[in-house]
């Protein structure tokens, strides 16, 4: 399979989408807000200085994620695609990954958007609170993140679109319709 990007707001299902789509198709899974919470549970310097940004529902710098993100993709196991999942959060990010690609002679596939109503958004995310118990699943830090989403993250969606490689699926109530729409669209790239 190609490279994908799946991009979204928090709670729209990156993680779980990307879990699936790494079983049926083999693929490698760089999950860049995994990475961080590994580091944070290590008890690493990076780890410590990423806690204090997730906490407050801000994105780790740039110039960080991009090394961090360059390292994590030179380990995954050549000659399979990769799924980036929380990557590319900014257009710096975007432009980098492009660059970094390009540079192993590797392009970023196509960008699946998972289009998802706030009110879900924050029904999902409340219940992983309970469930999962992340730090940064309560009320006062998912409107950061959300606010953040739309500021710096958002607008990469239109950058995908000018990149030619957007392709939007939209929320209608089922897990497993949504699933069907990604798997039919990507059975069709092979
Ligand atoms: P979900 O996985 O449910 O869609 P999410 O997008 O909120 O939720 P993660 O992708 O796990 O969650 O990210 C958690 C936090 O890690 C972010 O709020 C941010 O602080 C940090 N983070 C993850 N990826 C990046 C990135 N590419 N750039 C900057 N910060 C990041
Ligand atoms: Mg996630």
Request: net charge negative; no cysteine.
């Amino acid at each position: 399979m190609k490279n994908i990007i799946i991009f979204g707001a928090p709670g729209s299902g990156k993680g779980t989408y990307s879990d699936e789509i790494v079983k049926r198709y083999d693929m490698g899974h760089i999950s860049t807000g995994d990475v961080l919470r590994g580091e944070i549970k290590n008890g690493t310097e990076l780890g410590k200085l990423a806690k204090g940004y997730i906490d407050n529902g801000q994105l780790i710098p740039d110039e960080l994620m991009i090394d961090i993100l360059a390292n994590t993709y030179d380990a995954q196991e050549p000659g399979k695609g990769v799924i980036f999942d929380g990557f590319p959060r900014t257009i710096a990010q975007a432009e980098a990954l492009k660059a970094m690609l390009a540079k192993r002679g590797h392009d970023m596939g196509v960008m699946i958007e998972l289009i998802v109503d706030e009110e879900t958004l924050l029904s999902r995310l409340l219940k992983r609170a309970i469930e999962q118990g992340r730090d940064d699943d309560n009320e006062e830090t998912i409107k950061k993140r959300f606010a953040v989403y739309h500021s710096q993250t958002e607008p990469l969606s239109k950058w995908f679109e000018a990149e030619g490689i957007r392709y939007a699926f939209t929320w209608k109530g089922s897990k497993d319709v949504m699933l069907g729409e990604i798997f039919d669209f990507l059975d069709g790239l092979k």
